[in-house]
């Protein structure tokens, strides 16, 4: 298994010299442009670059992970949504090129989302969480109504335009369910919430390229047994990238927690990632925001990151599962 990180953005700063320190060797990044200055990766001159950066700094950027570019008029149907796809396509043969061989992406027109960043965890440590009351409160986006089967209408679209390029250029798509796993949010449905769905995603592609991000806390919050689907997936090789997060709670209302500290056998999990014979990237997701953080980028601060990765990696030793 690839020990991995989550970096936003291409520009180093102290979250690089931490994980260098942690002995974490391959990045996955978000290189949207507001988060680099830059043109998306469809641009090759500016995914290059960012690769060079990596590289510079001792990692090996092996995936991109969430939207690098808009991705509203795609997951909605809207006017454009060819030339989006047309660049999409073009990021896919960028990575190929420069050997970023993985990309975890999602269909969330609303995106990851929370009703809470500041639920109080152990020590007094903050998380964030999901209320389902609270979010019927919200009012619907700009979009308005948008109903399951146009969501689905639209995915399948999208995976019969990009999977050729995808497996032609050796970039395996890895699909992230959505969390919260409900099936509406502001308006518009959420179509991948639970297993079946999942099946449904894949049966649309029997593509080498065409997997999964296994996020094992989405997975959770699904209510779904997470050692089934482990060996059911991963039998058929289709988890090409791991979330380690824990939560407490069920999808209508759920707070993340410390990896030690939720219903998960984390050690379990992990076992039965070796058994199917896992060997892609895996990497710690949604952390607590620790003392001394300012909880700006909640879930992703770095204190709870570092305690995440070394739990895995004291698991993974203990477990004998190569990480490095």
Known sequence: MKLSFLFFSDKPDQKWLLTQQMGVKYAIAKLAPELTGKNPPWD??????????????????????????????IKLGLPGRDKDIEKYKQ????????NISLLCYNFMATGW???NKIIPERGGAVV?????????????????????????????????????????????????????PVPELQGIARVLINADAIRKALSFSNSPAHGLTFCQGTYKTMGEDLPALIEEFGGKQK???VHIRDVEGDRYKFRETFHDNGPTDMPGMLSLYKKVGFEGPIRSDHVPTMAGEKNEQAGY???????GIGYIRGIMDTLNIPYI
């Open 113 to 115: 989302f929370r009703t």
């Open 301 to 307: 601060e770095m204190n709870g990151n570092l305690f």
């Open 91 to 98: 990021m896919l043969r960028n990575m190929g090129k420069l």
């Open 44 to 73: 090759f001159e500016s995914l290059k670059s960012s690769k060079e950066q990596f590289t510079a700094n001792g990692f090996d950027l092996i995936g991109l992970e969430g939207d690098q570019m808009d991705m509203m008029r």
């Open 239 to 241: 988890i090409f990238f």
């Open 128 to 180: 964030t969480g999901y209320d389902i009351e609270e979010a019927k409160l919200l009012p619907n986006t700009q979009y308005g109504r948008v109903t399951a089967n146009q969501i689905w209408d639209n995915y399948s679209y999208f995976i019969n335009q990009i999977m050729p390029v995808a497996e032609e250029s050796g970039v395996k798509m890895a699909l992230h369910p959505d969390d919260p």
